[in-house]
């Protein structure tokens, strides 16, 4: 697959010195989880396209978690516009069977990315390189049904049997997260 290169954002410092300090703890031996902190409107998804984009170039595969409430046209028209037919969405309204078929395409490797709410994080990718947890703090991101789940803590157990890094963003991180981040 080749990597589209559609309406790359130049990134302002800030962004460009959270990308290389997230690479540079990627290439530690024991790379951890990443918080990225930053108010509404800082450029937050920007670092995450960059981000995506360096996985993409390694043949991996992401996932991005969005809550649900959040999944709105203008927030994942942005990456199709950058990641074209490589993106593909799941969400609440899709019947069982079209979350499966987006899985399908994704075990296959049609895709190779995939942004939806918690259960997006169950994406059957072969090579899965990059989970984003984006708004971190959200609640939407524990279930209350069985099996019970934190999206989070879960991302961060799958991340680490897969080999694949973890990013969290949030204008107010959660407690549990910052502290860890501290």
Known sequence: QTIPEKKAAVLNREQRQAVEDILKEWASDFPRPCLIKGVTGSGKTEVYMELIHHMLKEQKQVILLIPEIALTYQNVSRFYARFGEQVSLIHSRMSQGERYDQFERAK???????????SALFTPFPRLGLILIDEEHEDSYKSEKTPCYHARET???RGEMEGAFVVMGSASPSVESYYRAQ
């Open 108 to 118: 296959k490797g049609e895709i190779s990315i995939m942004i939806g709410p918690r």
């Open 155 to 157: 991302a961060i157990k």
